[in-house]
C-alpha cells in the first residue's frame, strides 16, 4: 500500500508553501530543499495550480504561494484529489483488469469503503497541523535557508 | 494508493479456497482459474501457509485448502500481513527515504493512522462475506469448472 510520488511530493511542495506564509517562492527553492527533481515537481506544482491550492505568478516579483490558507487544506481531501483515480486493485481500472470475477465480487466494494475511512482519518486534519506548534521552527530550519 | 499484488493474490486464492470448502485443490486450479501467473501465485501460496491461512499437503491425496473457517478470517488483519511492512510514502522505508524532514515531520503519523482506519474498516468483513449468498453461485460458475 503506497501513496503515489505525485501525492508525497504534492504534500512536501505545500508544506513548503505554508511554511513560506504570505512569501512567494521558486520551483528551485523547493526542489533544493527537499533534493528533489525539478521535472516531477513542476508537475505537481502545475497540478496544485489547477486544482486551486496554489497560486503561480510569472516574471518579475512572481511565484508561488499558498492560494488559502493552510488550516482549510484538508489533508484527505487533498491526497483524494492528487491520487486522482486510484487503482487499489486490478479491478478498479477498467482499461487493465483482466481479473475474471470482477463482475461480481464484493471486494473491490469493500476496499473502496476501507480507503473512505482512509480519507475521512485524514480530514480530521489540515495542512497547518503539520506546520504548526514547535515544528515550524524545525522545519523552516531544515528547509527554508 | 495501490495494493500489492501479493496481496491481490492471495485474496483471490483464498476466495478459491473458500469456495472449495473442505475440498483440496491443485495450484494449477487457481492459475487456470484467474489466468495468472504459476511462479507468483506459489509464492503467495507458500506465504499463506506460513501464515496459517492454508494448509498444504504433498503426494496422493495432497493439495490446498484453507486452514481455518473463512468466517474466521478478517479481511484487515489479512491484507495488514499481506502487505507486510508497506511504505505508504518514502520516509516509512528507513533504507530508502531520502526525505530531508523525515525526523520532524507529523505526516507519517497522520498516515499511519489513516492506514489504521482502512484495516479497521476491512476488519467488520470475513473472508467468507466474500463467498457467500447469491454470489458464491456466480462465483463458482466462473472459477470452479
Known amino acids: 500500500m503506497n501513496l503515489s510520488r505525485f501525492s508525497d511530493y504534492s504534500l512536501r511542495v505545500l508544506m513548503y508553501a505554508a511554511l513560506k506564509g504570505d512569501e512567494s517562492f ?79 465480487c464484493r471486494l473491490k466494494g469493500l476496499l473502496a469503503e476501507a480507503m473512505e475511512a482512509f480519507y475521512e482519518s485524514l480530514n480530521r486534519h489540515t495542512l497547518n497541523d503539520l506546520v504548526e506548534g514547535p515544528l515550524r521552527k524545525r522545519l523552516s530550519r531544515t528547509l527554508l535557508h
Chains 1, 2 share one sequence.
Open 26 to 104: 521558486m520551483i528551485d527553492e523547493v526542489t533544493d530543499a527537499y533534493g528533489i527533481s525539478r521535472h516531477h515537481v513542476a508537475k505537481v506544482i502545475h497540478n496544485l495550480a489547477k486544482l486551486c491550492y496554489l497560486e503561480t505568478r510569472q516574471g518579475r516579483g512572481g511565484g508561488i504561494r499558498l492560494a488559502c490558507p493552510a488550516n482549510e487544506i484538508r489533508l484527505g481531501k487533498l491526497i483524494r484529489e492528487t491520487e486522482n483515480q486510484p487503482v487499489i486493485v486490478e479491478c478498479f481500472s477498467v482499461e487493465t483488469n483482466s481479473c475474471p470475477i470482477s463482475g461480481h
